[in-house]
């Protein structure tokens, strides 16, 4: 029985490897990305490539009438697809939290509220179907110049709790993938939409801004390093509810447990600048 898996943000990094290491281990990919230019590797490599723009409601349901047509299920659903929003709180516009909101936390659950026929289409057939939400380690503690992200990371983290208890009843099991440091184009991409105008009260510390763009970058684990053991997890009869990996996975959550609130603010207010801050 060859299972089948649809992953959204395959054009690069984590998604990307996902699927190749998916299709490397016999399940049938779907590969999706807003932009289907960016998929022609996978297509050569084999992959099943699919345009879907995560918050686009007629592009959701155009790769489900795909996948139908098809196949008729769908055994895992990945919700990959994400950016990160630097820049510090106040200087974030209402359209710039809607856009990582809407993005990081209402696309994942707008595409598996569309895929759950297939889903229970699949637990139907081979007894069993997998979402699974990709969050973040910084869901689980915050960093500053990066509030946004930390929390809609945070938000999908509690969303996915929710879900897994109302849908195991229905044959499907949820699993969160909470990355690390993670060696992708992840970084650039936060740099390039870092928010930081002239008039902001954080301009005199424009490099810790900087710094927290390409935080997860430093001495990153390289994708397919963290990729195999994500997918050993992933394909067990009984999966994990969370699976972690990736630089700072483990020692990051735990220093957050360890530390007092105070301790651990200090730690980032002298890492990310704030400490420099004039309050005058």
Do not use: W
Request: hydrophobic share 45%.
């Amino acid at each position: 029985m060859q299972r089948t898996v649809l992953i959204t943000g395959c054009s690069s990094g984590i998604g990307r490897s996902l699927a190749l290491e998916l299709h490397a281990r016999g399940l049938r990919v779907y590969a999706t990305a807003r932009r289907p230019e960016t998929l022609q590797s996978l297509a050569q490599a084999g992959l099943n490539t699919l345009a879907l723009d995560v918050n686009d409601d007629q592009s959701i349901a155009a790769a489900m009438a795909r996948l139908q047509e098809d196949v008729g299920h769908l055994d895992m659903l990945v919700n990959n697809a994400g950016f990160s929003q630097v820049g510090a709180i106040l200087d974030l516009s209402r359209e710039d939290l809607r856009k990582q909101y809407e993005t990081n936390v209402i696309a994942p659950v707008a595409v598996t509220r569309a895929a759950v026929g297939l889903l229970r289409s699949a637990v139907a057939a081979h007894g069993k179907a997998e979402v699974v939400n990709v969050g973040s380690i910084v869901g689980l503690f915050t960093t500053p110049f990066a509030g946004a992200y930390c929390s809609s990371k945070a938000c999908l983290h509690s969303l996915t709790d929710a879900l897994r208890m109302e849908v195991a009843p229905l044959g499907i099991r949820t699993i969160t993938i909470q990355p690390g440091g993670v060696r992708s184009s992840f970084g650039d991409h936060a740099e390039e939409g870092i928010r930081l105008p002239a008039d902001s009260l954080y301009k005199s510390l424009e490099e810790g801004v900087r710094a927290r763009a390409q935080a997860g970058q430093q001495n990153a684990t390289p994708t397919d390093e963290f990729i195999r053991p994500v997918v050993d997890k992933l394909l067990r009869d009984n999966p994990p509810a969370i699976i972690r990996g990736g630089k700072g996975s483990v020692q990051f959550v735990a220093l957050k447990k360890l530390l007092s609130l105070r301790a651990f603010d200090a730690l980032m207010t002298r890492r990310f600048g704030l400490n420099r801050l004039n309050a005058g």
